[in-house]
């Protein structure tokens, strides 16, 4: 992942697997710290990892000197990630000249099942 020493992010474990204009795959393990009663991860965490993951790869798809926010996050979560690492994969569904729609599908890699999936939409913007 490309993050600065000491990040957050990557004290979290995220890590790249893939990344390319197409697409773009993090993953972070399930740790105890990172789970919550019941061992899996934590809700908030698998739509952090959605949103960088999304957003990330909704930034390749912008000119210089522009940037991208999330406007919008719709996640459906369908099974707790008990095992992991979890997977999010990244596609863009439209990149328009105002507006980035994606989508992200995240697996519970150990277990072979999906977990979540999500549709993002991010605004672009000029950098002031």
Do not use: W
Request: charged share 20%; net charge negative.
């Amino acid at each position: 992942m490309q993050t600065t020493p000491g990040h957050l992010l990557g004290q979290m474990g995220f890590r790249d697997v893939l990344e390319n204009d197409e697409m773009l795959i993090v993953e972070m393990d399930n740790r105890p710290d990172l789970t919550n009663t019941r061992g899996a991860l934590q809700g908030g965490l698998v739509a952090t990892l959605i949103d960088i993951a999304a957003g990330r790869l909704a930034g390749r798809h912008v000119e210089p000197g522009q940037d991208v926010t999330t406007a919008d996050m719709n996640v459906h979560y369908l099974a707790p990630v008990v095992s992991g690492p979890a997977r999010a994969v990244a596609t863009v569904v439209r990149a328009g000249r105002r507006l980035i729609v994606t989508s992200v599908e995240v697996t519970d890699t150990g277990r072979d099942r999906l977990a979540a999936c999500a549709t993002l939409s991010f605004a672009v913007l000029d950098r002031r």
